[in-house]
């Protein structure tokens, strides 16, 4: 709602001390406006991703209480907290579905982000995710010793770093990294603990990429000249 204040018109008579005569002095109206804001209740579509039910296999072990929820399978097994905006359950088909328990704007985006992470949970105990990292640059090679990858990246010593628990790591040909496991949480932040150590440079490309990254080359000034 808007309603507006409106001072009428007034004329006052001023005597001046200085000149010794009186001056009219015309005070024009002035409005004064008041915003009122009014509430919309907005309606929180369901998630595309949210509602997809998912499919547990035959060896994956679910054990569910509350809110917690525990994956067992052949290659490991992981766990997993919810929030309260969205609760899980098991259906008599034997998939599992995540419903909203709230309808509000974060319970729409808690309903596909935990479905997908429960989903990743069953894939990857059953069937496992893998990364994969390419070497480009004259010299750049890594290695493995033990439960550790050695990294020759152009520096003036070479790079170790520990594998973690979970995490199998390969090399191929030197310059390719295999990185697989269960949990693909885990495997994207080896993988990206690699990649920066040695980010793809813009002008020749070389350094650590992933195997399917597209990387934009520039055009060095000898290239502008010509």
Known sequence: MVSSLSYPLQTCKLRSA??????????????????????????????????QPIEVPKNVTIILEGQSLKVKGPLGELSQNYPREVKVEKQESGYLKVNKTFETRRANQMHGLFRT????MIVGV???????????????????????????????????????????VKVEENTR?????????AIGQFAASVRKWRPPEPYKGKGVRYANEVVRLKEGKSAKKK
């Open 117 to 120: 992470l429960t989903d990743n």
């Open 177 to 185: 990294i295999v990185v697989s496991g269960y949990d693909k949480c």
């Open 126 to 168: 059953s069937k496992g995710f893998e990364k994969r990292l390419q070497l480009v640059g004259v010299g750049y090679r890594a290695m493995l010793e033990g439960r550790d990858l050695v990294l020759s990246l152009g520096f003036s010593h070479p790079v170790r770093m520990a594998i973690p628990e979970g995490i199998q």
């Open 18 to 51: 200085f000149l010794g005569e009186r001056s009219g002095i015309c005070i024009s109206s002035a409005s004064v406006t008041h915003v009122g804001f009014t509430r919309r209740n907005i309606e929180c579509k369901e998630s595309r991703i949210g509602k």
